[in-house]
């Protein structure tokens, strides 16, 4: 199994390994390139030297003699400490903005909606466009804004929930051109595109609202950590559920990433902890995954189970009011698993 793949969410590695070979001459090696990553992620190279089975002097040796020579010529450092190379990497420019760690990997999803039923669908591009070029609001329309707006948000949230997705999108749609940074509406927007099964636009939406946040001025610190944990909360839900349905080991590191972002922002919410878990032990169930990677999921499900735990029993968590929706949903997830996830399930019903 490759280690250390999570760099590839944040890092051009393409473009880090063409350049390292030029400098080096040769292309690099599977084992530097596994390396490189690790110290990417952060990682320390005894742990790196760990888990690829070399002894952590030997290790750090040939990063000396291999890695860190071409690192330094490419960022014009002259000395270089393995806890360095990310920061003087991401000032080189290796280092995708927040916008690019869900472009790169869009084109691994489908359409599962029929074009011939959505002839009316508003793409996400489209709206985005749009959302552009009306940015701002004239101070003459200020007073007409409330009413135009709760109209067509009544209008847009009957629609979904009646199922009428596109009608949705239209109303919401309106919405926008008042209020184009609304969070809670381009929200509803991607869940739109997702119930259509057009995820490239669900997604489309999302990156748009994480670079404008990013790009505000007007909202302050806390504020924009609240969007964007929102955005990250549906952005992790989404890659979730393909991961389940659509399995692609990508899906599920992807998921596993973005919920780890959400977790930064809101370190005490209980459901996002417990959705990690649901997340390793759901795709394992499915058929196509491969013996190896089957026995890596479980053991990141155990890992994440103990967080939960860990986690669950402190005061300043909400585990109380989650407590019935995540005993529910431990009883399907453990489901014919073995006599220790019952124990566990025992051991949660107790508290």
Excluded at 10 to 29: G, H, P, Q
Excluded at 93 to 120: D, H
Excluded at 208 to 228: A, C, G, P, W, Y
Excluded at 234 to 244: P, R, S
Aim: proline content about 3%; overall charge neutral; charged content about 25%.
């Amino acid at each position: 199994m490759e280690l250390f793949i999570d760099a590839k969410l944040t890092w051009n590695l393409d473009a880090l390994y063409t350049d390292l070979s030029s400098i080096k001459t040769l292309e690099l090696t599977d084992w530097e390139k596994t390396c490189l990553r690790g110290l990417l992620c952060g990682v320390h190279p005894e742990a790196i030297a760990a888990k690829m089975f070399w002894t952590a002097s030997a290790l750090k040796t040939e990063l000396s003699r291999r890695v860190y020579p071409h690192i330094s010529i490419l960022v014009d450092e002259k000395v270089i400490a393995w806890h360095k190379v990310p920061t003087l990497l991401e000032k080189a420019g290796y280092k995708y903005p927040e916008i690019r760690i869900l472009n790169q990997e869009l084109f691994y999803l489908e359409f599962s909606a029929s074009p011939s039923s959505n002839s009316k669908l508003i793409r996400a591009s489209a709206i985005v466009e749009l959302l552009i070029k009306n940015s701002s609001c004239q101070p003459n329309q200020a007073k007409e804004l409330p009413n135009a707006e709760l109209k067509s948000t009544v209008e847009g949230d009957r629609h979904y929930q009646q199922g009428n997705f596109i009608e949705a999108i239209d109303s919401y749609r309106q919405v926008l051109t008042i209020d184009p940074l609304n969070v809670s509406i381009l929200t509803k927007l991607a869940r739109c595109y997702e119930h259509l099964g057009f995820y490239k636009d669900s997604l489309f939406i999302c990156d748009f609202v994480l670079d404008r946040i990013e790009r505000s001025d007007r909202k302050s610190h806390l504020q924009k950590t609240h969007n964007k944990s929102i955005i990250y909360y549906f952005i992790a839900g989404l890659f979730h559920k393909l991961a389940v349905n659509k399995y692609c080991d990508d899906y599920v590191q992807i998921a596993f990433e973005i919920y780890q972002k959400y977790l930064y922002l809101r370190p005490q919410n209980i459901m996002a902890l417990w959705n990690i878990v649901d997340l390793f032990i759901s795709v394992v169930r499915h058929g196509a995954i491969a013996p190896e990677l089957k026995s890596d999921y479980m053991d990141r499900a155990k890992k994440a189970l103990s967080d939960f735990k860990g986690n669950a029993r402190q005061l300043d968590f909400n585990f109380k009011p989650y407590r019935e929706p995540i005993l529910e949903k431990a009883e399907n997830t453990f489901q014919d698993l073995d006599c220790w996830w019952q124990e566990q399930l025992h051991e949660l019903k107790s508290w």
